[in-house]
């Protein structure tokens, strides 16, 4: 409907102007609670082992259980938004996240923490697509812009403080003080549904979605079994005998998944999608890069950690280039993406990461985080921009306008489903070297990127070191290939404007 100017009206939506702030408040607070928690635990995870005695796979679970849960029911959740009303299950995710927030700060054990992190997980799959969505539902189009740009850049200072903050809290009160990587939730999700119950109303449902709660189901139960598989249960790497059983059933259940999602009439992961080799080639380049971006900043931390002895202040300082270089650089990556097309960028982009994981395996015995390692987090913080906003686009453009809001929400999947699958696999792989090397004293009670209880005879530490650094240099050479290898699926899948097209279906 037009005014008598011939201008079209304001966009109605559910929220009255001056309770948008409030909308807004609450996304940027959710949102700093799911940031904290991923970029600060890979520095607490030294903590946490030595604090609660966990394993390496202890620790592996203690990440995957809540990227498990994530990853799986990413989609559900953001279909329940539209189901159930965006601003009600973005409360319950919220809630649901405090809730596991409190209960890992007090976690008195490995598994207690684990049982807590899957229940976070639950919370985040509710919370992570409600954040963006409710902004956009709330504010007008010609507002839109400006909404989601000051939650950007939030989120971005969460992504680039938490860690430096978060390390230096850990070097200073020691090693119990990682719970308070998870008590700072309680705050800070306490306020943000204030907001939403007191000051935002309720937005209408749409009562005729339907949840794929099977595909879930099944989903979930795959990628389970399959990191159960490769990580192992109760804290011990698995056995040959019980990797193939739950990596076989697992993989059954994945194409169970794939079967019942091909004839759902309302699937989370529409397939005919990836008959476009736009849409299929940008999912396989994101599983490849972010299943290496996940295994580096995982086991690198606790590499210089608990390996080196690095404190937790000066690792989170060698990873602050790679959020500052992101916020800085991404946008004009993406205007340059523009020009030339989002091919030759992420090939590129790919390529820098690719080049920086394989110094960091060449460098790794310096054992030196200034010279080892801060160089080439600065050139993964280079490639890394070249590659997130192009990717974006890519994503955005290979589907039809309508499918849009899909397309993003299956790239998020694929990304959180690569980084658990890293770091289940990743540990096996670690684990596996650092004994080969080890040799005859693998009899000593020494792991893989943790610190001995005891001081260690002079040949049983350099031979604790030396194995160390291999089983690093192992991941990040291994991690260079994958990301060398999404360079190549950008180049041969994705728009290029150079001259080179991207090739039919």
């Known amino acids: 409907m037009n005014d008598s100017k011939g201008a079209a009206a304001p966009q109605a939506t559910f929220c009255p102007a001056h309770n ?21 635990l890979s520095i607490a995870t030294p903590a946490i ?5 966990a394993t390496l796979a202890d620790a592996q679970w203690i990440s995957n259980a809540y990227m498990l849960f994530l990853a799986s029911l990413l989609l559900i959740g953001g279909a329940a938004g539209d189901r159930f009303g965006l601003r009600n299950v973005f409360a319950i995710g919220i809630v649901l996240f ?11 054990d490995p598994g207690f923490l684990i049982y807590a992190r899957s229940v976070q997980g ?20 010609e507002e839109r812009g400006k909404a989601i740009g000051l939650w950007s850049a939030f989120s971005s ?34 306020i943000a549904l204030a907001l939403l119950l007191l000051r935002v109303p309720a937005d209408k449902p749409e009562p005729g979605r339907r949840l794929d709660w099977i595909g879930g189901a099944l989903i979930t139960a795959a990628l389970l079994l399959i990191a159960l598989g490769l990580t192992g249960t109760g804290g011990n790497a698995p056995l040959p005998s019980q990797m193939l059983l739950y990596c076989g059933a697992g993989l059954i259940a994945l194409l169970a998944f794939l079967w019942w999602e091909a004839r759902s009439s309302a699937p989370m992961l529409p397939l005919h999608h990836f008959r476009r080799a736009a849409f299929s080639g940008a999912q396989g380049l994101t599983f490849a890069l972010y299943f290496a971006l996940a295994a580096i900043s995982f086991f690198l931390p606790m590499t210089m950690i608990g390996g080196w002895g690095v404190t937790a202040a000066e ?24 020009k030339v097309g989002p091919g030759p960028m992420i090939t590129a982009g790919s390529a820098i990461v690719a080049l920086a994981f394989a110094l960091m395996g060449l460098f790794a015995p310096l054992q030196d985080p200034w010279l080892g390692v801060l160089p080439f987090t600065i050139l993964m913080g280079l490639g890394m921009s ?19 809001g899909l397309a993003s929400g299956v790239n998020n999947a694929v990304a959180r489903v690569a980084g658990l699958l890293a770091v289940a696999l990743m540990g096996g792989v670690a684990a596996f070297v650092f004994e080969r090397v080890l040799g005859g004293f ?3 009670p020494i792991f893989f990127g943790m610190r001995p209880d005891q001081p260690l005879p002079a040949d049983a530490e350099a031979a604790r070191l030396a194995a160390n650094n291999a089983a690093f240099a192992v991941i990040a050479y291994a991690n260079a290939a994958l990301a060398l290898l999404s360079a190549v699926i950008a180049w041969f899948t994705q728009e290029n404007k150079l001259g080179r097209r991207r090739r039919p279906a």
């Open 20 to 40: 948008r702030i409030y909308v807004l408040v609450a996304a940027i607070l959710a949102s700093s609670m799911g940031f904290i928690d991923g970029s600060v």
């Open 49 to 53: 082992r030595s604090n609660l005695g």
């Open 98 to 108: 405090v809730v596991a927030s409190l209960v890992s700060s007090l976690a008195p």
């Open 122 to 141: 639950v919370g985040a799959a509710m919370m992570v697509p409600g954040s963006l969505a409710i902004i956009a539902k709330a504010y007008p189009r």
């Open 157 to 190: 200072l969460t992504t680039i403080l938490g860690p430096v903050i978060g390390g230096f809290v850990l070097t200073v009160l020691g090693e119990w003080s990682w719970r308070l990587v998870f008590a700072i939730n309680l705050p800070l999700g306490g």
């Open 315 to 338: 690792a989170s300082i060698v990873f602050l280039p790679l959020g500052i270089l992101l916020t800085l650089l991404s946008s004009y990556a993406g205007k340059l993406a523009d």
């Open 386 to 404: 070249a590659v997130v906003s192009p990717l974006s686009t890519a994503v955005m453009t290979s589907v039809e306008d309508r499918d849009t």
């Open 442 to 444: 693998a009899e000593l």
